[in-house]
């Protein structure tokens, strides 16, 4: 066994780098500017089509989101806006399905979660989550079940193991957008 060359690896990327998830992640109320950086990367990796960035986050141009973000955050769209609710009303309307990424009483784990249409993956305050009224306008929730002594992953962890679930499912499915 052998590790791929840099050039190997930039010829394996582009064979794929055009491909986008139908995946949207929005942001409420996180605090970190390096979990914000880290979900950028994380988004350019998986291929997401879009980072929403809600309330108290932070955004680009920033030091620290630049820092964990390595340039994703010029190679993945993102917008900000300052209410998550509206946000989500807009794309319930064009068709996503909202899936809140919290521990509920009706979440799933996350590995039997199948998403059937386009998603919008909702992350919440590192402390305190989401909102309720944020919960209510969710159409599914799922959760990384926990063994040890903490009930919870940091936040950019929890989306990395999600988002690389969401992507392998959607590819199994076939319903990776391809560019025009």
């Known amino acids: 066994m052998r590790k791929l060359t840099h050039q190997k690896l930039v010829e394996r990327q582009a064979a794929v ?8 992640v929005l942001l409420n109320d996180v605090r970190s500017l390096y979990n914000v950086g880290s979900v950028f990367r994380t988004s350019d990796g998986a291929g997401v089509e879009k980072v ?11 030091a620290q989101i630049t820092k964990t973000a390595l340039g994703a955050e010029n190679s993945v769209a993102w ?3 300052p209410d998550a609710c ?3 009303r807009k794309l319930k309307e064009t068709g996503y399905e ?3 990424l919290e521990q509920t009483e009706t979440s799933l784990p996350y590995d ?5 249409r386009p998603v919008c993956l909702l992350l919440g305050n590192e402390i305190t989550g989401v909102s309720d009224e944020l919960v209510s ?5 799922v959760e990384i079940e926990m063994a040890g002594t903490k009930n919870s992953l940091n936040v950019t962890v929890a989306y990395g193991i ?3 679930h969401l992507r392998t499912s959607f590819r199994k499915q076939d319903t990776v957008r391809r560019p025009s």
Do not use: M, N, Q, S
């Not at 306008?137 to 929730?141: E, G, Y």
């Open 52 to 62: 929403w960035l809600c309330g108290i986050t932070g955004f680009p141009p920033a």
């Open 137 to 141: 306008l969710c159409d599914a929730a």
């Open 17 to 24: 780098k055009d491909l986008t998830l139908p995946v949207t």
């Open 86 to 88: 509206a946000v989500i």
């Open 112 to 116: 039997e979660y199948r998403p059937v």
């Open 79 to 81: 917008e900000y806006h």
């Open 98 to 100: 909202i899936l809140l």
């Open 162 to 164: 999600l988002v690389y």
